[in-house]
């Protein structure tokens, strides 16, 4: 089970409830009866007659008898206790009687006609002050209790309150209230905690990813999770000062050695001997694509793509016709396959001119013995980019979209960025990249983007 915060505070505020509520009630009572406020005697004797009366019945005879599941109280247990306690119980033709009741009490109760529901009678017994009371009750039949003789200390006065046994008394008030309580509190509780952590949550959910980008508000937030919000915020802008200056370092390094690898590809066209000559051209050819890449992903990595809406048919064929002639020193011809109508979508135009530029040049570069490239656009939103070299095998095709991933057919031209970047690029657009077999044979990369992007949307690669 997961922990939850909410249920330890509803338990904690259950139980402290629980007991200020009876140390409370407790409190109440002792000073109510220290102050004289009630009288004992009264309250008691009221309750025991009460009681009694409650417990009339009749057995299977039609004889008067109690009912001693209703007389199983403190109160009760309390009284029968005590040599003095006495009561008469009739229903104006039966009588049962507990104890002696006392010559005084009997004569005047005895002289108060029946249409007199409640009477009391004070009198001394055992050097102490006695309480009688006689009580009428018409409610389902007539009910006539005189009882007395009881004196219980405050204390057992508190106990018969709060632990008292059927039909009722404080006790179930107390246990009403409580479990009111605590349903409120079960859901107050969860809800007042709940509620700020999902602002929070629902804050932290829109953070976009870009440098010095969006950060968790703490304007509703309260003060136990204001600490931890700063943390976050300031742990995301130490990653964005890590992440640009790796960057900045990553992009000033390719820029500074393009130059240095330039001079060097003129000098050395003029050494002689074409065989080492081949040899330094094509290893400082790889190297400058290594910078070149590195420097394509040094200014894509971390920065915010502004998307708007672009035919993708447009765009492919303007990176077919700037990477033809570079196929063609390669005996390689590029075919450019588009719908009649334009294919619109909403993305990077730069960006997916980068990623299609990989395509084709991984393509050109790799597929050793194809003589066609086809750079297909589909009016589903599709762009497909067909070879028929030696393709890649299942179980690498999901390496390769990793950075310096490279298959087991790659010649030493190989950076292993090209597919990684295209995969930066169209995770950026909400896509998909798929690494397809080409009938008989080859590679198909197709680039699936999403149509319901809406244009002026910021995302990050």
Request: aromatic letters at 4%.
């Amino acid at each position: 089970m997961r922990r939850s915060i909410a249920f330890p505070v509803a338990a904690l505020l259950i139980v402290s409830m629980a007991i200020v509520m009876l140390v409370g009630t407790v409190l109440t009572l002792v000073v109510i009866l220290s102050i004289g406020t009630e009288d004992p005697l009264q309250v008691n004797t009221s309750e025991l007659s009460r009681t009694l009366s409650a417990a009339i019945t009749h057995d299977a005879d039609g004889r008067l008898t109690l009912d001693r599941k209703k007389l199983a109280r403190n109160l009760i247990a309390f009284a029968e206790a005590q040599p003095t306690y006495w009561y008469v119980v009739g229903d104006g033709q039966q009588v049962i009687s507990r104890g002696t009741q006392p010559p005084e009490t009997r004569r005047v109760f005895e002289q108060i006609p029946r249409e007199i529901d409640y009477s009391e009678f004070r009198y001394r017994q055992d050097n102490r002050d006695m309480l009688g009371i006689r009580s009428v009750r018409r409610d389902g039949g007539l009910r006539i209790v005189s009882v007395g003789g009881v004196v219980l200390s405050n204390w057992q006065t508190i106990l018969v309150a709060l632990v008292p046994g059927p039909p009722a008394g404080l006790v179930w008030l107390l246990c009403v209230i409580l479990v009111a309580t605590t349903s409120i509190a079960i859901v107050v509780v969860r809800g007042t905690i709940a509620s700020p952590v999902r602002r929070v949550v629902r804050s932290a959910a829109q953070i976009d990813g870009l440098p010095n980008g969006r950060r968790i508000s703490d304007a509703d937030t309260p003060s136990e999770l204001r600490p931890m919000v700063a943390a976050f915020n300031t742990a995301l802008t130490r990653i964005d000062d890590a992440f640009a200056a790796q960057r900045n370092f990553l992009a000033n390094a390719a820029h500074e050695l393009r130059t240095p690898l330039t001079k060097m590809r003129l000098k050395l066209d003029q050494l002689p001997g074409d065989e080492l000559r081949g040899a330094l051209i094509r290893d400082t050819t790889r190297l400058g694509s290594i910078v070149t890449t590195l420097l394509q992903l040094a200014r894509l990595s971390g920065q915010s793509l502004t998307f708007a809406q672009i035919d993708l048919a447009k765009v492919a064929l303007a990176v077919v016709s700037d990477q033809v002639p570079m196929a063609l020193k390669r005996d390689i011809e590029i075919e450019l396959r588009t719908p009649a109508r334009p294919v619109l979508i909403s993305g990077s135009e730069a960006a997916i001119r980068v990623a299609l530029e990989n395509l084709i040049l991984n393509a050109v570069r790799h597929a050793a013995g194809t003589k066609l490239i086809i750079v297909e656009v589909l009016s589903s939103a599709e762009l497909r980019v067909i070879d028929y070299g030696p393709g890649i095998s299942t179980d690498e095709r999901r390496g390769v979209l990793q950075p310096f991933v490279r298959g087991k057919h790659c010649n030493s031209e190989g950076t292993g960025l090209g597919l990684a970047i295209v995969n930066e690029i169209m995770t950026a657009h909400g896509g998909t990249v798929a690494l397809e077999e080409t009938e008989p044979r080859g590679l198909t990369v197709r680039l699936s983007f999403l149509v319901t992007v809406p244009a002026g949307t910021v995302r990050a690669v």
